[in-house]
C-alpha cells in the first residue's frame, strides 16, 4: 500500500527536531528552567523590528495576556473574524471582553473590510488582525480602518510567521501582535507562542502577568517534550492498524496532550496556557526557529506545485493571495462543494486530509461556547465546509504533492 500521508501530528518534525526532543527528555534539570527562553526572545525581537517579545506556553497565552495588559473596560468589543479556532474567542472571554464577529473573504479565508465596517460599533475598541494559513490580510483596508475608528490592532500571526505584506512582516503593522509555535503551526515546540510589542508599558505587564503565572509543571513539560517520539510510533504503526488506537490511547492516558482541551470547549480556562515557556520547549523553538527560512521555502514550492498539477480541475477553487504579498501557505486550502466525499474518497488512497478548521469556529461543535450567532457570517459559515486542506510541511515532498493531486483529480 502506497505510504501513509496526513496533514496532521507533529508534521514539522525532521530527524534532527525528533533527537533534540530525545536528547532533552534524557536531561530533565532543562525541563523547565534555564536560559533559552531569553534567547529566543532575542531571536524574535530582531526578526521583528527590536520589538518587545515575551514568550508564553501557547499563542492563545499570549494574546490573553497583550488583552490583560491593554486594561480594557469589562465587556470591550473585539472584533475578530469567524474562521478561527476556538481559543481565540475564549482568550476575548477570559479577560472578560465581548467577541464580534466579522466575515470573510472567500478568496483569500481573512477577514472582509466592507463587513468589518459593518460589524464595527462604538462599544469595539480592539481589532484582532488574523492572517489565515499563512497568507496575509488585506492590511491597507483593515489598517485604514482601526485608523478611523481608533481600534488598537493586534496581529494573530499563529499561521503565518514569515509571511510579509508589501515586504513588509506580519506582525509588524498592529499595537501588538502573536505568534504560535503549536504542534502544527510553521515552526513548532508542541506547545509555545510569544507576544510581540513595541510598547514598553505592554511588554512590561506582560512579563508581570507571566511572573505572576509561573513555570509549568515537569510533567506537562515533558508531556511535550515526548509528543513528537510518541507521534511518530502512532504513524509507523498505523501500516498494521494500531496507529488510531495508540493515538486515542496516548490522549486518554495523558500521555500526549490536546492542542484544544476538552475544558476549552467548554470556555473554561486551563493555567498551563498562559505560563512561561519552559526552558526545553524554546530549545525546540529556536532549533525550528533556525530553520524557518527553509522550513518556508519548502512551504512555498509546495503551493507551487499544487497550483500547477491542480490548475484547471473543475469544481474546484485554488487558494488566491492578496497581490504584493508573500504567504507562507501553513495549508494549502482548496474549495469544493464536495469536501466531505473528497477527504473520504482521498482517504481510501491513505491520504488523510484531516478536519482541522472545517467549521466556521474550530474545531467542530464549539460555535456556541464561542458565542458565535449561526447566520451573522454566511460566507465563513459556507466556505468553511467547502474547504479541503493539504499539507505543505517540510516532510511534504513534490512526488507526495503529485500523488495527492492525482488523487483530488480522481477525488472531486
Ligand atoms: C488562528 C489561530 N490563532 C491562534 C491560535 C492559538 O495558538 P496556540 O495553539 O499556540 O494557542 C490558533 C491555534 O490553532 C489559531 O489557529
Not at 371 to 393: F, H, I, K
Amino acid at each position: 500500500m502506497a505510504r501513509l500521508i496526513f496533514t496532521g501530528l507533529s508534521p514539522n518534525a525532521e530527524r534532527d527536531d525528533l533527537s533534540l526532543a530525545t536528547s532533552l527528555l534524557l536531561r530533565p534539570w532543562e525541563w523547565v528552567h534555564g536560559p533559552a527562553v531569553e534567547k529566543l526572545e532575542r531571536i524574535i525581537s530582531t526578526r521583528f523590528d527590536r520589538a518587545e517579545a515575551v514568550a508564553f506556553t501557547s499563542g492563545r497565552g499570549s494574546l490573553a495576556a497583550i488583552l490583560e495588559a491593554l486594561h480594557l473596560p469589562a465587556g470591550t468589543g473585539v472584533l475578530l473574524q469567524a474562521y478561527s479556532c476556538v481559543v481565540v474567542p475564549n482568550a476575548i472571554h477570559w479577560t472578560g471582553n465581548t467577541p464580534v464577529y466579522v466575515d470573510i473573504e472567500e478568496e483569500t479565508l481573512n477577514m472582509d473590510p466592507d463587513d468589518l465596517e459593518l460589524k464595527w460599533t462604538p462599544a469595539c475598541r480592539v481589532l484582532i488582525i488574523q492572517h489565515t494559513m499563512g497568507r496575509p490580510a488585506n492590511m491597507d483596508r483593515l489598517m485604514e480602518i482601526a485608523k478611523r475608528r481608533e481600534l488598537i490592532v493586534i496581529e494573530d500571526c499563529a499561521h503565518a510567521l514569515g509571511a510579509t505584506y508589501h515586504g513588509k512582516e506580519v506582525g509588524t503593522f498592529g499595537r501588538a501582535a502573536f505568534l504560535s509555535f503549536g504542534r502544527d503551526k510553521i515552526i513548532s515546540s508542541v506547545f509555545g507562542g510569544c507576544a510581540i510589542t513595541h510598547d514598553a508599558k505592554i511588554a512590561e505587564e506582560m512579563r508581570a502577568i507571566r511572573t505572576r503565572e509561573g513555570a509549568p509543571k515537569r510533567w506537562w513539560t515533558a508531556q511535550q517534550l515526548f509528543h513528537p517520539l510518541f507521534l511518530m510510533m502512532v504513524k509507523a504503526t498505523y501500516r498494521i492498524g494500531l496507529g488510531r488506537l495508540l493515538f486515542v490511547l496516548g490522549k486518554k492516558l495523558r500521555i500526549i496532550s490536546y492542542s484544544v482541551h476538552p475544558a476549552e470547549r467548554t470556555g473554561s480556562r486551563p493555567r498551563a496556557m498562559s505560563r512561561i515557556l519552559p526552558n526545553s520547549l524554546a530549545l525546540l523553538a529556536i532549533h525550528q526557529f533556525e530553520k524557518l527560512d527553509r522550513l518556508n521555502a519548502h512551504r512555498r514550492q509546495i503551493a507551487s506545485l499544487y497550483t500547477k498539477e491542480l490548475t484547471g480541475i473543475t469544481g474546484v477553487t485554488l487558494p488566491i493571495s492578496e497581490p504584493n504579498t508573500a504567504p507562507v501557505f501553513l495549508r494549502y486550502t482548496l474549495c469544493t462543494e464536495h469536501a466531505v466525499e473528497m477527504m473520504q474518497c482521498a482517504r481510501k488512497a491513505n491520504v488523510r486530509l484531516g478536519d482541522w478548521y472545517r467549521t466556521v469556529i474550530a474545531p467542530a461543535g464549539t460555535a456556541k461556547i464561542a458565542s458565535y450567532t449561526l447566520g451573522s457570517c454566511p460566507t465563513a459559515e459556507r466556505v468553511a465546509l467547502q474547504t479541503v486542506n493539504l499539507p505543505t510541511e517540510i516532510n511534504v515532498t513534490p512526488a507526495d504533492v503529485t500523488r495527492i493531486s492525482k488523487v483530488i483529480q480522481t477525488c472531486v
